[in-house]
């Protein structure tokens, strides 16, 4: 019996690459950044992800070179293990379990076997206590290894990575925390504690967020709430220490890191400006602004020539040495509130969100990547805490997506609500959408909902839009021609307003051949015949505002669906007017799937959020999963696979269409797989293998796959057995060049010989036949000098047994033979000369 597949709950991409501090390889051409449960490694020249490494069950906390190797990479997750990577070849070395929640990794090239952590005290990730501690590394062949030996360095201390710095050559550590600088000296094993006082007479704020040590000297930058830096020296003494101060920011220094050399400081905060301090000096300064948001983290390479800056954008900038940007890596942006909900883009398949403030970004899923960002708002973004800005709530595409609808909005106590709805024609010049028409006001109160009539493939029919607002009204706008005498141009109006007895409208949908349009009205559904916009019929339900609504499609059209604030699922029949069944379920996201009769509703129940997959005429769901994320589910979409896959379980078919995508409170975005985690990301040491849907080089034929594959061909049509031929693929000295990493490989002088050699075709022995075929040849040849016309008597040649197990070489007729003698007489000498 076959087992059947378990449906488990991925980060899909998307996860934040802002979380921790990114790292650069020993030559700055790769770049390392925590990326939810995995790291990516990006090339520094062409912003593309060139290794995932995938092990860790849970956050990515800290990356780090390993300093006995330049080749490696270190990294701790807060599924308490340590993994050392070849990053090279995104291969797992080896697991260190530690047994801990790990919120920080720190290196050092003076301690082989040991690397330094943070832990919380209580072993849990909610706690407010930490500790700095160090742990030994076995030295153990084996590919999971448990390093239980810790030792206390710092006690107390804050949870940041930012945090905490190791100073000169490992000789002490310092950590902030609150109104305390704490440094460990290793040699003396003594603390020295330095506290600030919360507020000076000019109104200060001296909390400590972030600390950085100088590379060469005996120097501790420390950053502080109120924008300014400290630079502490003769820290070794508790009495007469000393400290400058640097100001320029203006809110909290997010981050600190020092130049290779230690020539100069570069902080950054909520000014989105990264600061050069050359010297420690306050006259010496350098600027490179309008980086887009907030500084989280900065870092700089080994090798001095970049330094890359993590934005709360989800956005990593690198920067060369000179302070000019070099290039940006930049994941889905994630804002406080996704008012948009989740929208496909019909032509590209992207995901559509809120992104920038007033944008809205498209995103594709597939390489987890940002597509490119829409100015829907057309403003400058004022950094200020409390102003109240135009935001962008609401977004539709039409169904080919030629047509993007977009509502924007601004609410201020003091002054009336602003709306402006917007309509975007996709321009296939410029491959982007421009605006068409600005629509002011299109309701006198909030717009709820908004949608496209699904029927604009056919050529005759006038786009149409739907909107419904708080005001009680439902509108329709269709595409008219505005043209004129002097130019021509079409424009959206008003075709239509509808209403139920003043009820707030909340909802809106068309059916799937466009034919009906259904709006809820507080506790009733409305149904309306979208040609002559006539009332057909209403639908209610004992007491509960209708949260969502969707039409059945393909077979399940007749169906009318919605789901009530009191904890009910209702499915209509359009045909009959009558409820067909009603489920109690508290459902907060109700999603029809574009491609087949499957509806997805995810339910809440205190704590966690359930799934359930259905269809309308059928009285059992199709699957339940429970427990899909703690919390609530806040939107979720159906996107369409380009492949369909193959799906073993029934109760798993749903999937193989299209693909289930939900974003969870904490803006996480996860979908659902039935493949094993090896299944879903393949380390790239698995994927040697050439793919058949490459196209045939020449390095592709000299390696014989080409050959092999036309030899065993021409077996199979002449019925006779195959032999494994030793083939150049087969070839000891192939294997180890293709399949050994680059940085251990010999050099390419010694491989040279070697490699061309295993690609010589050894020299087999003739059979009789052949060799008596020679000898007629050598015989005609001579005859043929003097008569080319003399018949030549045909030899059999005697039949071999390797022939028939082996390749079967072609005979030519006496014809053929006499033709190729004439051409090997021939005088080719004028080639020569061209």
């Known amino acids: 019996m076959v087992a059947q597949e378990a449906l488990r709950v991925v980060r899909c991409g998307g996860s934040k690459l802002s979380g921790t501090r990114a790292a650069f390889s020993a030559d700055a051409k790769s770049l390392f950044c925590a990326s939810g449960d995995y790291v990516k490694v990006y090339s520094t020249a062409t912003e593309e992800c060139v290794h995932i490494l995938q092990g860790h069950t849970n956050l990515v906390t800290g990356i780090q070179l390993n300093p006995q190797n330049h080749m490696q990479l270190y990294s701790c997750s807060l599924d308490g293990t ?15 379990v530690v047994g801990y929640k790990l919120f920080a990794f720190y290196t050092l090239a003076g301690s082989e076997d040991s690397v330094f952590i943070i832990i919380p005290k209580r072993n849990e990730e909610a706690s407010d206590s930490f500790q700095l501690v160090s742990v030994k590394l076995p030295k153990i062949p084996d590919q999971e290894v448990e390093a239980k030996e810790l030792s206390l360095i710092l006690d107390d201390i804050g949870q940041s990575p930012k945090c905490t710095a190791f100073g000169r050559e490992g000789e002490y550590v310092a950590s902030v925390c609150g109104l305390h600088l704490l440094v460990y000296f290793f040699k003396k094993k003594k603390i020295h504690r330095f506290p600030l006082s919360a507020t000076s007479s000019k109104g200060a704020n001296n909390y400590f967020t972030c600390v950085a040590c100088h590379p060469k000297e005996d120097c501790i930058a420390s950053g502080h709430k109120d924008g300014k830096i400290r630079l502490w020296r003769n820290f070794n003494h508790k009495r007469e220490y000393t400290f400058s101060t640097l100001h320029w920011h203006h809110d909290v220094v997010m981050d600190l890191a020092f130049s290779v050399e230690g020539t100069s400081l570069l902080s ?35 090798n001095g020539t970049f330094f890359c800056t993590s934005h ?60 490119y960002n829409l100015d829907i708002v057309q403003q400058e973004y004022i950094h200020q805490i409390g102003l109240n800005q135009v935001d962008l709530v609401k977004a539709a595409f039409s169904a080919r997506g030629s047509w993007l ?111 009906l349009l259904a709006v809820s009205f507080e506790e ?34 007749k169906y009318l669906l919605g789901t009530t604030s009191n904890g009910f699922l209702c499915c209509w029949n359009l045909l009959s007017c009558a409820l067909e069944w009603s489920a109690q379920l508290n459902i907060i996201v109700l999603q029809p799937d574009p491609l087949s009769e499957n509806i997805a509703a995810v339910s809440w129940l205190s704590e966690h959020s359930d799934l359930f997959v259905f269809k309308p005429n059928e009285p059992r769901p199709l699957c339940i999963q429970r427990n899909i994320c703690r919390g609530r589910v806040q939107w979720a979409v159906f996107i369409p696979r380009e492949v369909p896959e193959s799906v073993g379980s029934e109760n798993h078919k749903w999937l193989s269409r299209s693909q289930l995508y939900f974003l969870t409170q904490t803006q996480d975005l996860m979908t659902f797989s039935t493949k094993s985690t090896e299944e879903r990301l393949t380390p790239s ?75 010589l075709i050894p020299k087999e022995n003739k059979s009789a036949g052949e060799v008596a075929d020679e000898v007629e040849m050598d015989s005609e040849k001579a005859e043929d000098e003097s008569d080319e016309d003399i018949e030549v008597t045909e030899m059999e040649p005697d039949i071999n047994p390797t022939e028939i197990l082996g390749e079967i070489t072609p005979k030519l007729s006496k014809s053929q033979e006499k033709e190729l003698r004439k051409i090997r007489r021939m005088d080719y000498s004028w080639i020569a000369a061209l």
Request: proline share 5%; aromatic share 8%; hydrophobic share 35%.
């Open 268 to 302: 950054g905060g909520v000014e989105s400006v990264l600061v050069q301090w050359r010297d420690g000096s306050d006259c010496k300064k350098e600027f490179l602004p309008r980086l887009g948001s907030t500084i989280e983290h900065i870092a700089a390479s080994p």
């Open 405 to 515: 609808a977009t509502v924007e909005q601004r609410e201020d106590k003091e002054t009336e609500l602003e709306l402006q709805m917007k309509l975007w024609s996709y321009d296939e010049q410029t491959q982007s959408f421009t605006l068409n028409t600005r629509i002011n006001m299109p309701h006198e109160s909030h717009v709820t909902a908004l949608c496209f009539r699904d029927t604009d493939e056919l050529e005759d029919v006038t786009p149409t839009l739907v909107t419904a607002g708080k005001d009680g009204r439902f509108k329709v706008w269709v595409l008219v021609n505005d043209s004129d005498a002097e130019k021509q141009s079409m424009g959206w109006s008003c075709d239509f307003v509808g209403s139920y007895h003043n009820y707030p409208a909340n909802n809106c949908c068309f059916s799937e051949d466009g034919s």
């Open 685 to 759: 040491s698995k994927q040697l293998a050439i793919e058949e849907s490459l196209p045939v080089t020449p390095f592709y034929l000299l390696l014989g796959k080409h050959r092999n594959q036309q030899q065993s061909k021409e077996n199979a049509d002449l019925g006779t057995a195959v032999v494994p031929s030793h083939l150049a693929q087969h070839s000891p000295a192939i294997k180890e060049l293709l399949h050994t990493p680059a940085h251990v490989l010999p050099s390419a002088s010694f491989l040279c010989s070697i490699f061309i050699n295993s690609l």
């Open 524 to 557: 009733t559904v409305t149904v309306w015949d979208s040609d002559t916009w006539d009332l057909k019929c209403t639908f209610c339900h004992p007491p509960g505002r209708i949260r969502n609504l969707c039409f059945g499609r393909l077979s399940c059209s």
């Open 82 to 96: 340590i993994k050392l990577w070849d990053f090279t070849d995104g291969i797992l070395i080896k697991t260190f």
């Open 312 to 371: 709360t954008d989800n956005k990593i900038t690198i920067i060369h040495s000179n302070l000019r940007v070099s290039a940006i890596i930049q994941g889905l942006v994630k804002g406080t509130d996704v008012k948009t909900g989740l929208v496909v883009d019909p032509r590209t398949k992207a995901l559509v969100l809120n992104g920038k403030p007033g944008h809205l970004q498209f995103y594709c899923l597939q390489t987890d990547k940002q597509l």
